[in-house]
T-cell receptor, first 114, second 113 residues
Framework: DTGVSQDPRHKITKRGQNVTFRCDPI?????LYWYRQTLGQGPEFLTYFQNEAQLEKSRLLSDRFSAERPKGSFSTLEIQRTEQGDSAMYLCASSLVRVNTEAFFGQGTRLTVV | RKEVEQDPGPFNVPEGATVAFNCTYSNSASQSFFWYRQDCRKEPKLLMSVYSSGNEDGRFTAQLNRASQYISLLIRDSKLSDSATYLCVVFFPGNSGYSTLTFGKGTMLLVSP
């Protein structure tokens, strides 16, 4: 499978714990996005990488959230001191650097904070 | 004003009906526009890009009006399998000036027999 893959698919954690998610984009894609989606809402932008550079971060991204893409390939999203409001689907997408190019999404990581 | 606004749903239509979804965006500097489809508990997938001249793909027609900052999606001859949430997506300049994909809330379509 050469699509975007995310790991884990599901994560249940206790409030206050740290969690880390991984995204492997399509291999030739140099753009990588992280989104968060809750029930009944569209995906909400979190952050964006072009190669290894993190170029955009949403103002909604608190300091408990951090993302990396150290070698311009896979990316990780870490949430520290999780809160119940962090429960959501975390989606990763990748694309080429080109106008009018579509982004391909992974199947997401569903986080439940109890 | 939200950056990308869509018709609130759900839209309930019978098979064979024609249905139209509307979307407005707030930033006139937006460069690219898309409609994505999302099935329940699945990831979004591209339905079609939206070009200035309008474009058609089978039963689906997308239109863009840059002056009004408005995008539409028309689905003709609805099928049961069209039931999904339709997401309007705009390539938006962000806080740092780099463009990223911004999604609307989505409009749910339910096609019934």
């Amino acid at each position: 499978d050469t699509g975007v893959s995310q790991d884990p698919r599901h994560k249940i954690t206790k409030r206050g714990q740290n969690v880390t998610f991984r995204c492997d984009p399509i291999s030739e894609h140099n753009r990588l996005y992280w989104y968060r989606q809750t029930l009944g809402q569209g995906p909400e932008f979190l952050t964006y990488f072009q190669n290894e550079a993190q170029l955009e971060k949403s103002r909604l991204l608190s300091d408990r959230f951090s993302a990396e893409r150290p070698k311009g390939s896979f990316s990780t999203l870490e949430i520290q001191r999780t809160e119940q409001g962090d429960s959501a689907m975390y989606l990763c997408a990748s694309s080429l650097v080109r106008v009018n190019t579509e982004a391909f999404f992974g199947q997401g990581t569903r986080l439940t904070v109890v | 004003r939200k950056e990308v606004e869509q018709d609130p749903g759900p839209f309930n239509v019978p098979e064979g009906a024609t249905v139209a979804f509307n979307c407005t965006y707030s930033n006139s500097a937006s460069q690219s526009f898309f409609w994505y489809r999302q099935d329940c508990r699945k990831e979004p997938k591209l339905l079609m890009s939206v070009y200035s001249s309008g474009n058609e793909d089978g039963r689906f027609t997308a239109q863009l009006n840059r002056a009004s900052q408005y995008i539409s999606l028309l689905i003709r001859d609805s099928k049961l399998s069209d039931s999904a949430t339709y997401l309007c997506v705009v390539f938006f300049p962000g806080n740092s000036g780099y463009s990223t994909l911004t999604f609307g809330k989505g409009t749910m379509l339910l096609v019934s027999p």
